[in-house]
């Protein structure tokens, strides 16, 4: 889906992007549920990131 690339850049600048939440999703941003999902598992505060049980039942069916 990325290419290989990561969302917070080149190796030597993802520390300090990290910290700011700097991230860039540009590779994927014509697939909006992509977006949404990356951007919420990438959010700083953890209270608002996706559960992992909700993340398995969007990608997948639930039974």
Known sequence: M???EHPFGALSQRDARVIKN???LFLV???SEA???FSQL???SFELRYDVAVIKCEMFICL
Request: zero cysteines; hydrophobic letters at 35%.
């Open 42 to 44: 990438l959010n700083p």
């Open 2 to 4: 990325t290419g290989g």
């Open 35 to 37: 977006v949404e999902l």
């Open 22 to 24: 700097e991230f860039n």
């Open 29 to 31: 941003k014509h697939i």
